[in-house]
């Protein structure tokens, strides 16, 4: 006969491959039923975007016909509960279980491209997504999303009297840029404090309610705005955009080393090396690499962080975004399939990264 504690037993087996340590342990096995040789449970990960899903479903499904019963037919329901490992006081953003900020040295090297597509294939994984727009001199986050011209609601979700910013939704993700509050003829011309002022606003007067994930689509460079996102709330970690030449690759490691700096100390998710290679329509087999090759991977490599992968380029990506419909939401766009393996590898490695390493908390810098 098949029991539920032969069951777990047999579950203890299975590890997941990220987190080291087997389903049982982490609490990831819930709901255990047994109804003679039907053996149904659920396996809740750590992320909707996580790429083992398949592995560890066959790892289950195996362990207890191989340790329980030959016999038994396993129904599995895999789910996912988002985890967070924010130890500050959540007097800011308190639903927000994890912040992701996506970085470069310089820019044009297509730093929102990759924060858009990001978000976007997060959501399309199932997570809910927030996207905060803020390159306050240079905000592209409303033509890449298609809504240029719209302007947020209020909302007054306390009940105090203190009305809050509504984001827009579109593509199944809340999004905030400062492009949706300025007219677009105007030049924002702010000195720093204003701008970091921007930034804090957009982070306290914003209501993003629950979320799973916030990315932030940093100004390039190393400056006030990314100080203030560090001294304001606790970042999970970074992502950092960078192109194959020797001078983006210089530049973008100037934006790890900020990151690394022992008064800062954020976690680096990986790095992307966007407009890899060129691939034309009429030749899909082939790549040139134009702007030079592996720059951006032999950075990863230098500094020991993960390398998310190769963005290619590809006409349909700059349309995309141009017209407001990014790549990743494009089934015929050959970017779609490189774009979501670049969200779930940075799903995962946010998994590990709160599992493994010290809790998220706000920056402290001496001033």
């Known amino acids: 006969?098949?029991?539920?504690?032969?069951?777990?037993?047999?579950?203890?087996?299975?590890?997941?491959?990220?987190?080291?340590?087997?389903?049982?342990?982490?609490?990831?096995?819930?709901?255990?039923?047994?109804?003679?040789?039907?053996?149904?449970?659920?396996?809740?990960?750590?992320t909707p975007a996580c790429p083992m899903k398949e592995m560890i479903e066959k790892a289950c499904i195996n362990a207890i016909k191989m340790l329980v019963s030959k016999e038994a037919e396993v129904n599995i329901h895999?789910?996912?509960?988002?985890?967070?490992?924010?130890?500050?006081?959540?007097?800011?953003?308190?639903?927000?279980?994890?912040?992701?900020a996506v970085a470069s040295g310089k820019g044009g090297v297509g730093k929102s491209t990759v924060s858009v597509n990001l978000a976007l294939g997060l959501a399309q994984e199932g997570a809910k997504v927030g996207l905060l727009d803020a390159d306050i001199y240079g905000p592209s986050v409303?033509?890449?999303l298609g809504i240029k011209g719209e302007r947020p609601k209020m909302t007054d979700p306390d009940g105090t009297g203190k009305?809050?910013?509504?984001?827009?939704?579109?593509?199944?993700?809340k999004a905030m840029s400062i492009g949706l509050l300025v007219d677009e003829k105007q030049a924002v011309v702010w000195r720093g404090p204003m701008a970091s002022s921007a930034l804090k606003q957009f982070i306290t007067d914003v209501h993003?309610?629950?979320?799973?994930?916030?990315?932030?689509?940093?100004?390039?460079?190393?400056?006030?705005v990314h100080l203030t996102l560090v001294q304001a709330v606790p970042i999970t970690g970074s992502v950092v955009v960078s192109t194959p030449q020797a001078v983006a690759s210089a530049d973008a490691k100037k934006a790890i080393m900020m990151f690394k700096q022992p008064q800062i100390?954020?976690?680096?998710?990986?790095?992307?090396?966007?407009?890899?290679?060129?691939?034309?329509?009429?030749?899909?087999?082939?790549?040139?690499?134009?702007?030079?090759?592996?720059?951006?991977?032999?950075?990863?490599?230098?500094?020991?962080?993960?390398?998310?992968?190769?963005?290619?380029?590809?006409?349909?990506?700059?349309?995309?975004?141009?017209?407001?419909?990014?790549?990743?939401?494009?089934?015929?766009?050959?970017?779609?399939t490189i774009f979501m393996e670049l969200s779930r590898n940075v799903a995962r490695n946010v998994s590990m990264r709160n599992a493994n390493m010290e809790p998220t908390k706000v920056v402290q810098m001496m001033e």
Request: hydrophobic share 40%.
């Open 265 to 336: 100390n954020i976690p680096i998710l990986g790095v992307v090396e966007n407009m890899a290679y060129f691939t034309p329509a009429e030749l899909p087999e082939n790549k040139y690499y134009i702007f030079g090759q592996g720059g951006a991977k032999q950075m990863a490599e230098q500094f020991d962080l993960p390398y998310l992968g190769e963005v290619p380029i590809v006409e349909g990506i700059r349309e995309g975004g141009d017209r407001g419909t990014p790549a990743v939401l494009d089934s015929n766009n050959p970017a779609k």
């Open 78 to 100: 895999m789910t996912s509960n988002v985890n967070s490992n924010r130890k500050d006081n959540k007097a800011l953003l308190p639903q927000v279980k994890n912040i992701i």
């Open 208 to 224: 993003w309610g629950e979320l799973d994930y916030l990315i932030i689509d940093l100004p390039p460079g190393t400056g006030d």
């Open 163 to 173: 009305g809050k910013i509504v984001p827009i939704e579109k593509f199944g993700i």
């Open 1 to 46: 006969m098949i029991t539920k504690e032969a069951v777990l037993k047999a579950l203890g087996n299975v590890d997941d491959p990220d987190l080291g340590k087997d389903l049982v342990t982490l609490n990831m096995v819930q709901d255990v039923e047994i109804d003679g040789n039907k053996v149904s449970f659920s396996v809740v990960l750590t």
């Open 142 to 144: 409303p033509i890449m």
